[in-house]
Each structure stands twice: as structure tokens, then as C-alpha cells.
């Protein structure tokens, strides 16, 4: 079994289409949430994801979607997007959308958009890390939201490490220490590299890979233009911040 984690998408059909040309049909695609948002395919994204991933939890965009939640929060940016996304999102996939849970669990791993518990955390630092620890026994914790992939290790002895994943990489699973992995965005990256991000998980070879790949930008940007959504959603793309 091989698991491919994504997170974020974000409406960005291109780099989710070009994600999944990387995925063999074997493996098990897990989703950290925020479909929609941002982007100008909310709706074929949903539908993809929907198609091909065998568990999805919730994000605060997708959230947003179906009732406001949040909102208030958003920047003007933001904001805009997600009145755009509710004016075009079907009614089928708002109600898809609006029966995934904030959490999934199995003894091996956890999936959650933010945070442990408190799902919607940003989790940028390692007392952010610390209290996620803190707040699962799950020896193994994905997370997105913050659009930059990396990982940190809690040892044995309490220490946590720390390690950016901005060109990628891979990592093997050491016995004894509990690991938080952010697999990054798919959609939005925000790490500073414009290519994409997702993760490979392989449990039998306890390894993680970040995996970052290039993806038709510039016509995600065309399509943003085409639905007058703000240039700057278009713009961020090129630098990935």
C-alpha cells in the first residue's frame, strides 16, 4: 500500500491533474481539505477528489463554502474568492462538502486540516508542533494549511526537530519518535517555490516523500482573469508565497 496525500488545492485544476498523472491508480489518495477557494475550478476539483480519494477531511475554505464559517476572518482577497466559489459550486458538491468530518484516524496515521482538535491552527513553528503532539497519540499527524512542506520529529527524549521540504525530499521513519508531516499545497504554494507539493506515504518501507512538480501556471492564471477573480491569486502563483 502506498498512500498519496494532497492538501489545498485550492479550485487549481491544473496542478490537481498534473498531481495525479504522478499517482499510479493503486494507490490510496488521502485529502487534508481546502478544495475550493482561491481558485477558478472549484467545482472539477471537488468532482476529482470526490472520483479518486479514498478519505477527505475538511478545510476552513471548504468550511467557508458551505456556510459563512470563518469568513469574517478572511482577508479582502480571500474573501472575494469564496463569494465567487459559492456562486458557482453545485449544490451536490456543496452537500458532499458539508458531510466530511474535521478529523480521520486510523491507529497508523491522523489526517487533519490544521491541527489536532484544533483543526484550524497554523501550525508554523515548534511550540505550534509541540501542542499538536500534545493533543493526539497518533504517532503520525498530516497536516496542510499552511501551504509550505515540512516536518517535524518528536524524539524520545521530548526534542523536536525541524526540516523545510521546499525542493522536496524523502525521509524514513525512525522507531521511537512521533512525526507531523505538512505535505504542502497542491494549488497554492507558499514556500517560496512555485512548483506544487504533495506527499507519498509508504507504511512497509516507513517513508515519506515530499514530492514538488511543475504544472501549467499560466493558464490557471488565463482562467483566473476569465472569472474576474482577484489578479493577485494569479500573480502569487509565479513566486509561491
Known sequence: MRYAIVSDVHGNLEALQSAFELILATDSVLCLGDIVGYGPNPNECVELIRAR????????????AVDNFGLSYFNPTAREAMEWTQTVLTADNVAWLNGLGYEFRVPEFLLVHGAPVTYFEYILDKPAAARAFAATDAPLIFVGHTHI???YTLRADGAIDHKHFQQGGTFTLEEGSRYLVNVGSVGQPRDLNPRASFAFYEPELARISINRFDYPIARVQEKIACAHLPDALARRLVVGR
Do not use: W
Open 53 to 64: 480519494a479514498t478519505a477527505t477531511v475538511l478545510g476552513n475554505h471548504d468550511v467557508a
Open 149 to 151: 512542506a515540512e516536518a
